[in-house]
């Protein structure tokens, strides 16, 4: 990961760039486009965030935010989880 940076919220990472969450703890592909919030679209495999309206686990290939799972994240920890406090964004250019 010698290349990847942090994440500016409200800057997009490029498309096809692979966005890494506390190091190798979740990665997610970048679509470089930002939703009508404002946030930055990924391609995500991965239970968070919820199914909305629910606390239920979402169990399929999600088009989904980088806030959208840092949201996940903090109603996990809120509902009992156990995962670090903070999440560390990065992401590095395609070719891996």
């Keep these: 990961m010698g290349a990847a940076v942090p994440y ?3 800057t997009p ?10 190091g190798l703890a979740h990665v ?6 930002k939703n009508a919030a404002g946030d930055s679209e990924i391609m ?3 239970h968070l965030p919820f199914v909305p ?21 903090s109603d996990l920890i809120a509902a ?9 964004v990065k992401h590095a250019p395609n070719p891996w």
């Design 8 to 10: 500016v919220r409200g």
């Design 13 to 22: 990472p490029p498309r096809g760039s692979i966005v890494f969450m506390n």
């Design 28 to 33: 997610a592909l970048s679509l470089g486009s």
């Design 44 to 46: 995500s495999l991965w």
């Design 53 to 73: 309206g629910t606390k239920q686990h979402n169990s399929a290939y999600q088009r989904t935010t980088i806030e959208g799972v840092l949201g996940g994240v």
């Design 80 to 88: 009992g989880g156990s995962l670090p406090a903070t999440t560390i």
